[in-house]
Structure formats: structure tokens, C-alpha cells
């Protein structure tokens, strides 16, 4: 019998690597899930695609042989699943369309779908677009939808049908357990010496013991000194704590109608560094691996003559993320997935809100306290709250942690094996439920270069058209 196949499709292919976090989460999730479910390795196959699987260029053209790939691909699958992506973009992206035509298409060849933790944009009564949304959600093989931000929008965006909703947590608050290290081996069992070679060895013993208390003792025989020379200091010198400072692109702020240029943010980061200085932390700024964060961070180092290794400027992978984060005794990040997985690993931090959905994690996480909105990004307000989430540090509740894998454990289930009986795993279970996530090798590591590299040139020639035209 063929496995059953599963078409994931997630933002897999962003250079921001907290997306590629939340790939890496849900694969680990959805494998958790089958294997809590009954089935083996063997029994399932996991295709994972990007979330734009309908092209933008059939999207412009609707040219229906451009369709092809997405047309194999939903049509081989048994199940779709959406995995964290912000799918519900309407305002100012374009993303609803293809999420639109993905449903049409699984309608057609009759693939179940299930939405999980997925971005969504505030329902919108008189907007067009999401009317359209809206309408394109009711067909039949919708199966669930989570969402990790606004449920109340969900709740609207599904309304009249009986598709069930949830708010969860975003996959990524499992990357520690996903990115967990590698056990160390056991060390070997030394050989067990030999009943000659153990008396040999006693009587050895005895013999040292008997000889030194024959002479005597230092103490006995050395003269009274008397020193003013100070004892030296045993103790090693503490490590500053290090304050991990995550950048982002100079034109979000605009494009989410915040009046926040480039240069206020490079004095904010150079304002806060210096007082972090002042109070005996060392800090280091980095990005999530965005092209335009980074461009942003080179042009800061250039220009302030930053020490480049208080500065990593590019991160192009998962891991090197977490290497930099695991360095962090505390967090201050544009980023949401930075401090999402922060709070993975345990390290305290505080969201700069630029979006919504970053209050809307803080607050699910229960420290919506850490969220700071734009009228209180200085210094002066800022670096008070990491220094109280330091000395407050994280706690979890592990219940709606698990709440994502919960629901897809539920609406996989229905799915696939309907008349199972088997419970969700507990937390705990979880570390040895869901595999754990390798680094990722040399091959990867250039593919995902190049493909960073190719967007790049890529935007930089749409930029010298437009350039031109103007």
C-alpha cells in the first residue's frame, strides 16, 4: 500500500530563519503526531512546499500551464496543512489571492485541508478582499483553522460555517525542543582490574600511607613568616551579561504606518547600547536573516565604526540564529521570532511592537508587559524592561504550549485515522515524541546562500527599473 502523502506548505523558503524555524517545528510536529497516531515511519511522506505554491507569475498571466506544479503536487496529497504562515495578508500583500486559489484547487480534487497557528489580518466587514477570503473558506475540505494571533478575526472569517477554531501557540515556542542538542554518548565502562592487579594495588596504598606519616609535616618544621602581601583573589572575574540586540529593515516601520525613520532607529540601537555599556552589559546586535535587516546592520557597523565582533551582520540559517541566541542572557528584538524563540529557549526579552501580532504573543505568553509599543522606543524605556524581565526570567505554560500540537493531533487525526483512540502525548512525552531537528549541512547551507543571493539581485534590478522609470 502507498504512504499516505502530506503536502505542508509553510514559508519555507524566507530568508528570514524564523520562518524556517517554524518549518523545521511543524515537520517535527506533524511526525510527532503520526507516530502518536499509530503510524510508522514507512506509512506516511512529507512533501514540504512553499506556502506560495501558485505562482505569482500565473497570479499576473492565469496562465493555466504555469498551474501545472501546484496542480501535481495538491493532487497527489491525501492531506494539506498550512503550517504557521501568515496567510489571511490582505492589506497591503497579496498572499490571500494564493491562498484563495490553493483552496480552489484542493476543493477540486477533494484534498482536506487543515489551517494550523497561522498569521491572520483583522477581519474587515467592507473590505472586498476579505469578503473574498471569507467566501473561499466555506468550501467542504476545510477542516480547521488555529491561528497564533486573532482569534476573534478567526471566529468571523469562518462564520455561518461549522469549521472549528483555536488560538495556539506559535510552533516555534517548541524549538527548543526540536533544536535540542545532541545527547552526549555514555562514556564506556572502564575494565574491571584483575584480582591480583587490585591487591597489588592496595598494598601500594598502604605502603605511601605508612611513609608519610613517618615525616614530618610542613607545618612542624617551617619558621613563622609574617606577610602584609594580600592574598591573591581565587575567585574568576564574572562574564558581563550579554543583551542581544535584533535589527530590522529601515522601511517596516512606513509600510506598517509607523513614523519611525532608518535614523531614528540607528540612534535608538546606539542610545541603548550605551546605556546598556553604562550598566556593565556587553551586547551584541544581529539580525534574523533578512537581505534588507542586514543591509541595515552593515550600513550601522560602517558608519559607527561598531567592533564587527560586537555585530554578527549575516544569519542565513537556523542554527546560527539559535548559536547567537543561546549566547543571550536577554533579548531586545523587532523580529517576533526572535523573541519567539527566546522564550523557547528560556532567555527573557522584550518585542519593539511595529505589527500586531507581536502584543498578541507577548499577551498569550503572559508577559504583555515586554511588549513595547512606538511612542516608548528609547533607551530610557526600554533597557528598564529587559533588566525586570531578566530578573524575572521565563516561565511557561506548558498546557498552551502544547495547544499546537493538541490541535493538529485532533484535526490530523480526523483526518487520516478517524476511529483511532490514542491520546495526545503529555509535555514531557514531547522530547522524545518529536524528532529532533539536525543541523543543517554544507549542501544546505549554499542553497540557501544562493537563494538569498538570487533574490537579492533580483530586487536589486526591480529597484534600478523602477529607478529609471522615475
Known amino acids: 500500500m502507498s504512504p499516505t502523502r502530506i503536502l505542508l506548505l509553510t514559508n519555507r523558503d524566507s530568508d528570514n530563519v524564523g520562518d524556517q524555524i517554524i518549518e523545521a517545528t511543524v515537520i517535527s510536529i506533524v511526525k510527532g503526531v503520526m507516530k502518536n497516531l499509530g503510524f510508522t515511519a514507512d506509512d506516511f511522506v512529507i512533501s514540504s512546499r512553499a506556502a506560495g505554491i501558485i505562482s505569482k507569475r500565473y497570479m499576473k498571466t492565469r496562465d493555466e500551464e504555469l498551474l501545472k506544479p501546484a496542480r501535481e503536487a495538491i493532487s497527489a496529497a491525501d492531506l494539506i496543512i498550512f503550517g504557521g504562515a501568515p496567510l489571511f495578508n490582505y492589506k497591503y500583500q497579496n498572499f490571500y489571492l494564493r491562498t484563495i486559489r490553493t483552496l480552489e484547487l484542493a476543493q477540486e480534487y477533494g484534498v482536506p485541508v487543515i489551517f494550523s497557528s497561522i498569521g491572520v489580518e483583522a477581519f474587515d466587514p467592507t473590505n472586498k478582499k476579505c469578503i473574498a477570503l471569507k467566501e473561499a473558506l466555506a468550501v467542504p475540505v476545510v477542516r480547521q483553522i488555529t491561528t497564533r494571533d486573532d482569534v476573534e478575526s478567526l471566529r468571523k472569517y469562518v462564520e455561518g460555517t461549522d469549521i472549528p477554531v483555536a488560538h495556539v501557540a506559535d510552533p516555534a515556542v517548541l524549538a527548543d525542543i526540536v533544536y535540542r542538542k545532541k545527547p552526549e554518548p555514555a562514556p564506556a565502562p572502564k575494565p574491571v582490574p584483575s584480582i591480583p592487579v587490585r591487591a597489588k594495588r592496595k598494598l601500594k596504598r598502604i605502603l605511601r600511607r605508612v611513609v608519610a606519616s613517618a615525616k614530618p609535616s610542613a ?162 524605556e526600554v533597557v528598564p524592561v529587559i533588566e525586570a524581565a531578566m530578573a524575572e526570567g521565563v516561565k511557561k505554560d506548558y498546557e498552551f504550549l502544547k495547544s499546537v500540537y493538541d490541535t493538529l493531533f485532533s484535526g490530523i487525526g480526523s483526518v487520516l485515522a478517524p476511529e483511532s483512540g490514542a491520546e495526545p502525548f503529555a509535555f514531557d512525552d514531547l522530547w522524545d515524541g518529536l524528532p529532533r531537528q539536525v543541523a543543517i549541512g554544507p549542501k544546505g547551507y549554499r542553497e540557501r546562500v544562493n537563494r538569498k543571493f538570487r533574490r537579492t539581485y533580483e530586487n536589486y534590478q526591480k529597484l534600478a527599473l523602477k529607478a529609471q522609470k522615475a
Open 219 to 380: 607545618a612542624d618544621s617551617a619558621p613563622a613568616v609574617s606577610s602584609s602581601k594580600p592574598m591573591e583573589s581565587t575567585v574568576a572575574e564574572t562574564k558581563p551579561k550579554r543583551i542581544g540586540l535584533v535589527v530590522t529593515r529601515a522601511g517596516i516601520f512606513a509600510d506598517n504606518g509607523i513614523e519611525f525613520s532608518e535614523s531614528d532607529q540607528r540612534r535608538f540601537w546606539l542610545d541603548t547600547m550605551a546605556m546598556l555599556e553604562e550598566r556593565g552589559y556587553d551586547c551584541k546586535l544581529f539580525t534574523t536573516g533578512h537581505f534588507s535587516d542586514e543591509v541595515f546592520l552593515d550600513s550601522l557597523v560602517k558608519d559607527k565604526g561598531i567592533p564587527i565582533a560586537r555585530a554578527a551582520v549575516t544569519v542565513n540559517t537556523p542554527d546560527e540564529l539559535l548559536r547567537e541566541l543561546r549566547a543571550c542572557d536577554g533579548v531586545i528584538a523587532y523580529r517576533l521570532h526572535a523573541s519567539i524563540t527566546s522564550f523557547a529557549l528560556g532567555i527573557p526579552s522584550v518585542g519593539l511592537s511595529w505589527n500586531f501580532k507581536v502584543p498578541y504573543f507577548y499577551e498569550s505568553v503572559g508577559y504583555p508587559e515586554r511588549a513595547i509599543e512606538s511612542e516608548r522606543w528609547t533607551a530610557a
